[in-house]
Every structure is written in structure tokens, then in C-alpha cells.
């Protein structure tokens, strides 16, 4: 069974960056296409950035030029750069386009000034 544990979020003035990481274990990593979600108060979660295991990557709209996803051979990693109030929320890593059933307790990022 797939464990995802997710870490580096935290509080930070707009224009601030973070750098979150998700480690994954119990899953064929290195083959694994992988994303980063993000679950804003009172909304669904929804796709941030994915990336292949050639390291394609994908972004939404919101955060194409501010975000950039990496990733090594045993982790993945989400730099986030310019912070708006409107990236805050809880994180998650998972499989992508489709999860593995099961979510980690993410990490929470809250922009604010």
C-alpha cells in the first residue's frame, strides 16, 4: 500500500516562496508518474503539477511560471516562488492522473501578510 508523507509547508508574507517535499514509499517510485494537489477551505482538491518519470511536467494555469516540480529518486518536490493568498491551502502528493487511494496528511501552506 502506498504511504505518502508530505512536508515544508508553513506561514509566508505574499511574495514568499516554500519548497515542499513528499516522500513515497510502498509504490514503484521511480516508475511513477507523481503530482501535487492542493485543497483550499471549503473547496475539492485539485491538480497542481504533475510529473512524469521521464520528468515531463504539467502545471495549472494558476501557478505556470511561480511553481516548478522535481523530483529524485526517492522524493518529490514542489518550489514555490511569488505566493499569492490564493495558493493557501492543504498539499498533498499522490500518483497521477490517478491516485493511489489513498492521501497522506498533507502540509499546509497559508500566505498571508
Known amino acids: 500500500q502506498a504511504h505518502l508523507v508530505e512536508s515544508g509547508g508553513g506561514w509566508v508574507q505574499p511574495g514568499g516562496s516554500l519548497r515542499l517535499s513528499c516522500a513515497a514509499s510502498g509504490i514503484y517510485f521511480t516508475a511513477a508518474p507523481m503530482a501535487w494537489y492542493r485543497q483550499a477551505p471549503g473547496t475539492q482538491r485539485e491538480l497542481v503539477a504533475a510529473?512524469?518519470?521521464?520528468?515531463m511536467t504539467k502545471y495549472d494555469d494558476s501557478v505556470e511560471g511561480r511553481f516548478t516540480i522535481s523530483r529524485d529518486n526517492s522524493k518529490i518536490y514542489l518550489e514555490m516562488n511569488d505566493l499569492r493568498p490564493e495558493d493557501t491551502g492543504v498539499y498533498y502528493c499522490?500518483?497521477?492522473?490517478?491516485?493511489?487511494?489513498?492521501w497522506g496528511q498533507g502540509t499546509r501552506v497559508t500566505v498571508s501578510s
Open positions: 510529473i512524469t518519470h521521464s520528468e
Open positions: 499522490n500518483g497521477w492522473p490517478r491516485d493511489y487511494g489513498v
